[in-house]
């Protein structure tokens, strides 16, 4: 990055977010005492921030987020009095935090750093505090949710992946501020619900990866805050039991990875994501689940369920499971033949029925005017006992990518997220030319790459060029569909900010 910014002295906004720039921080900035906005967010600077900067009275918005920046936060930082917003997420930033000297901040962006060291207590007097970030750091202490009670708009807190204890009882233990919608406390130590009575506003909420047992929601003391609830992340705790779920509005719900035990259970018809993968629910598959219209991933993997897979799965003619895109329930021990009906559903782009003991042909309808999985993009038959051929007309569709003219062109599909990587791997010999329809040679080799596909709250891996998973072992990567935290969606990233305040 250049270092002349001596000459700009009245420079009041000084933009170059979102480019490319190298090197260490421009010590020529701190001669820019007039700036009222500083974006230098986005690029990939080292070194540290300058510690010796005086002035910056004026000084609204700071956006040094998302570079390479090390060492400490310089103190002249949280004495910055007309400081509003505060980005300085995703470097590699270390040390402890000081005390907030002014009440302006509205926005703090820290998360994605190597920070530690308790909270600061001057939290509590950011009475305009509408958003705290200080996920995926190191910051160790136990954290009273009374910290927050002065936050009165506050919106938005993220405290998940340190080494936080959220003390969660005794008398200040329901101090949280009522205005909070988007609550993410993921490995806060967390063992009860209480501190969550005020917050009648949630909208999404992360308690992952906590230390929630049995049956929770027993009382009805939880409808308050619980009317209005979207999203719901459960996953990794100790769980046992849900079938008293008092959601009316409830459209993701993440169970995997708990105790729950027992014949499955359906939930609120409002649901589009719903898993409850790594479990022990056992029984058949109710059919009372196809009635979930807006369902667009269910993830029932690595559980005991037992039975045939409900034909009504894939009855899309009379408007059920229209939207559904994801369907994974591997990992059981279903019997029957293969579901060639689940190829009416014309949104499906994920099939995975690994490890059962489906059995027989893969008999699919020979009706031409009929859809057979139109949109898949991914299946997994691997581990159980089907017989024949594999009709390759069934997966002349299995393109997830094109390659033109060398460059990649990424699709958006799958919860409308954004292609995100490529990995290639190993490539067998590559599959038959398959000229005529009604040719349904067996393929004896695959053209393996791989595409990571973010969807919802998890991860989902795609493949290019029509490839299949198919008496192989599912590679270690596929083991993350559906599970995986990526990102949180909404109400977590920095707007665009079109002019400066």
Known sequence: MPNFFSYFRSTKELSLGNNYFTGNFPSSIINLTQLKGLDLSNNSLTGSIPSNISGYQDLVLLFLGTNLLTSTIPSWVFSLPSLIYLDLEYNQLTGQLYDFQYQSLQRIYLSGNKLDGPLPKSISKLVNLTLLDLSSNNFSSVVEASLF??????????????????????????????????????????????????????????????????????????????????????????LTNMHQLPFQSLSLLDLSSNLLHGPMFVPPLTISFFITSDNNLS???????????????????????????????????VGLLVELEVLDIGDNNLNGTFPWWLGNLPKLQVLSLRTNNLQGPLTLTTNKTQPSFSALKIIDLSHNEFTGVLPARFFRKLVSKKEIN?????????????YQDTTVVPQ????????????DEFFNGFIWKVVLIEYGWGMVIGMIMGCLIFLTGKPK????????????????KRPKYVKWL
């Open 283 to 317: 029984g058949e598959i109710p059919s009372s689940i196809c009635k979930l219209g807006s369902l667009v991933v269910l993830d029932l993997s690595k559980n005991n369920l037992s039975g045939v897979i409900p034909q009504c799965l894939g009855n899309a003619s």
């Open 149 to 238: 009670s002065n936050c009165n708009q506050l919106q938005m807190l993220d405290l998940s992946s340190n080494n936080l204890f959220l003390a969660t009882d005794g008398v200040n233990s329901s101090n949280l501020p009522k205005s909070l919608a988007y609550l993410y406390l993921s490995s806060c130590g967390i063992k009860d619900l209480d501190f969550l009575l005020p917050t009648n506003n949630l909208y999404r909420l992360d308690l992952s990866k906590n230390m929630l047992r049995g049956q929770i929601f027993l009382d009805q003391k939880w409808y308050n805050w619980s009317e209005g609830l979207y999203h719901l992340n459960l996953s990794h705790n100790f």
């Open 406 to 418: 060398g460059s990649r062109t990424p699709l958006n599909y799958i919860g409308d997220q954004e």
């Open 477 to 492: 990567w596929f083991n993350r569909i559906v599970h995986e935290e990526g990102n949180k969606l909404v109400g977590k």
């Open 428 to 439: 067998p010999p590559p599959p038959p030319e398959l000229d005529q329809e009604e040719n």
